[in-house]
C-alpha cells in the first residue's frame, strides 16, 4: 500500500506499528555497552593521569557527560530492552547503578511507575517531577506552596546530584522502606567511602575533577532531561480517566533536537515520545523507528538551546482552563 494512502496510526495501532523495532542487536547492544564503558573509564582516569591541567578538566567534563550516555544505557537495561538475561551484563549494570547513585531497587521500581503513570494529573509523583492543578496550588497551605516551587526550582534540578540521586534515590528510598532498598544505603556508604578515599590519597584537586565535577555534571544534566521531556511548552496532563498510555506518550513526552555529539552523550534520550510508546526498542533503534512511522515525526519539540531551557524551567502549574503549563507569574491573571 503506498505510503500516503495508508491509514493513519494512532492509539494501540501506533503501539503495535513500534514492536518490530523492540528487538535489540544483541552485538550492538555488547558493542555500544562496553564501548561507553571504557570511554568513561579512560576519561575519569584521564582527570588524574594527564600531563596539563587544562587536559585534567576536559577530561572530567566529557567524563561526565559519558556517565550520561552510560547512565541510559543502563535505564535501557532495566527496561529489558539490552542485555536481557545476560548475567554478565546484570552484574556490570548492578555495580554501576551502585556508582551512579540509582540502585536497581528504587530506580526500576520508580521508573516503572513514571511510564505508567506519566502526565496523570492526580497520582504519586514517584518517578516525576510533582504537578499541581491552579486551584490545588491556590488552595494549598503556604508551606506545600513553598515545598512544590522548590522542587521544581532550576537549583533543585541542576543539583540533581544531591537533590534527586543523594537525597532522592538514596536517602529516602532507604527511609521508606529498608528492607526493600538496602541497595541504596550500600551505594550511598560506598559513595562516601571512594569520595574519602579519593580525597585522602590524591588530594582535594582528584576529588574536584574525578568525582565532583562528573558526578555534578551527570546528574544535573540527567535531571534536566527527565525533567525537561515531560515539562515542556505545550505538554498535555490529564485527569486519571481521560488518561491512555499512548495519549501521554505521544502528548506528554517531547522529542528534543540534539545535535550529533548531544545525540552521541545522551544515548539517543531526546528521542523520548517514542521511547515512552515502547520502552522496548533499544536507544540506538530510536531514530530507525522516527524515520520508518510519520506519525512519530509530528512529535511535540524541545531542545538544549538556553532559551528553549528557559521556557521549560520557568513553567510551574497546570491550567486546566487554558489547557497548558503556566508560569508563576501567570497564575493571578489565570485566576
Known sequence: MPQDSRPSLS???????????AKEVRWKSWYYTLSTFFIMLALLAGTVWNYHWSLKIVCSVLGGLTVVRMFVIYHDHQHHAILDKSV?????????GLYILAPTSIWKRSHDYHHKHNSKLFSASIGSYPIVTRKKFLEAAP??????????HPVMIFGGYISMFFVGMCIDSFRSNPSKHKD???????????GAAIAYFGGWQMLLLTWIIPFTIACGLGAYLFYAQHNFPGVTFRDNQDWSYEGAAIESSSYMKMNPVMRWFTANIGYHHIHHVNSRIPFYRLPEVMDAIPELQQARTTSLNPVEMYRCLMLKIWDPEKGKMIRLNELNSAA
Open 143 to 152: 508551606g506545600e506552596k513553598r515545598l512544590y516551587l522548590v522542587t521544581r
Open 184 to 194: 541504596s544505603l550500600l551505594a550511598l556508604i560506598l559513595h562516601l567511602l571512594a
Open 88 to 96: 554478565p551484563a546484570k552484574w556490570l549494570m548492578t555495580l554501576f
Open 11 to 21: 492509539g494501540k495501532s501506533l503501539i503495535l506499528a513500534t514492536k518490530p523495532f
